[in-house]
Protein backbone atom coordinates (compact mmCIF):
# COMPACT_ATOMS: atom_id res chain seq x y z
CA UNK A 1 0.00 0.00 0.00
CA UNK A 2 1.17 3.50 -0.53
CA UNK A 3 2.03 5.64 2.42
CA UNK A 4 1.00 8.51 1.20
CA UNK A 5 -2.90 8.57 1.44
CA UNK A 6 -3.66 11.64 -0.40
CA UNK A 7 -2.00 9.96 -3.17
CA UNK A 8 -3.62 10.17 -7.08
CA UNK A 9 -4.76 6.19 -7.19
CA UNK A 10 -6.94 5.41 -10.16
CA UNK A 11 -8.58 2.03 -10.73
CA UNK A 12 -10.45 0.39 -13.40
CA UNK A 13 -11.35 -3.28 -14.53
CA UNK A 14 -11.33 -5.50 -17.45
CA UNK A 15 -13.77 -3.94 -18.87
CA UNK A 16 -17.09 -1.36 -17.92
CA UNK A 17 -19.55 -4.16 -17.07
CA UNK A 18 -16.79 -5.46 -14.24
CA UNK A 19 -17.74 -3.61 -10.93
CA UNK A 20 -14.76 -4.92 -9.46
CA UNK A 21 -12.83 -1.22 -9.58
CA UNK A 22 -15.69 -0.16 -7.93
CA UNK A 23 -15.60 -2.08 -4.58
CA UNK A 24 -11.37 -1.75 -4.83
CA UNK A 25 -12.29 1.95 -4.44
CA UNK A 26 -14.61 2.19 -2.28
CA UNK A 27 -11.86 -0.20 0.41
CA UNK A 28 -8.86 2.01 -0.34
CA UNK A 29 -11.23 5.10 0.29
CA UNK A 30 -12.33 2.78 3.91
CA UNK A 31 -8.38 2.94 4.51
CA UNK A 32 -8.28 6.44 4.42
CA UNK A 33 -6.65 7.06 0.94
CA UNK A 34 -8.86 10.57 -0.06
CA UNK A 35 -7.67 10.87 -3.85
CA UNK A 36 -9.22 7.71 -5.76
CA UNK A 37 -11.13 7.35 -8.78
CA UNK A 38 -12.69 4.35 -10.98
CA UNK A 39 -11.36 4.44 -14.72
CA UNK A 40 -15.15 3.76 -15.48
CA UNK A 41 -14.18 1.94 -19.12
CA UNK A 42 -11.65 -0.34 -17.71
CA UNK A 43 -9.00 -1.78 -19.62
CA UNK A 44 -10.79 -2.73 -22.60
CA UNK A 45 -12.12 1.29 -23.54
CA UNK A 46 -8.89 2.08 -22.94
CA UNK A 47 -7.46 0.02 -25.16
CA UNK A 48 -10.63 0.44 -28.01
CA UNK A 49 -9.46 4.38 -27.56
CA UNK A 50 -5.68 3.36 -28.70
CA UNK A 51 -4.29 4.69 -25.33
CA UNK A 52 -1.00 3.00 -24.61
CA UNK A 53 -0.59 -0.24 -22.08
CA UNK A 54 2.68 -0.75 -20.20
CA UNK A 55 3.25 -4.85 -20.78
CA UNK A 56 6.11 -4.99 -18.19
CA UNK A 57 6.92 -8.02 -15.97
CA UNK A 58 4.17 -9.48 -14.03
CA UNK A 59 4.88 -9.76 -10.31
CA UNK A 60 3.52 -11.66 -7.37
CA UNK A 61 1.44 -9.67 -5.07
Avoid: T
Amino acid sequence: MLPDKDAEIVVYCASRSCQNSHIAAHRLEQLGYENVAVYPGGKQDWMDAGFPVDRGEVLAA
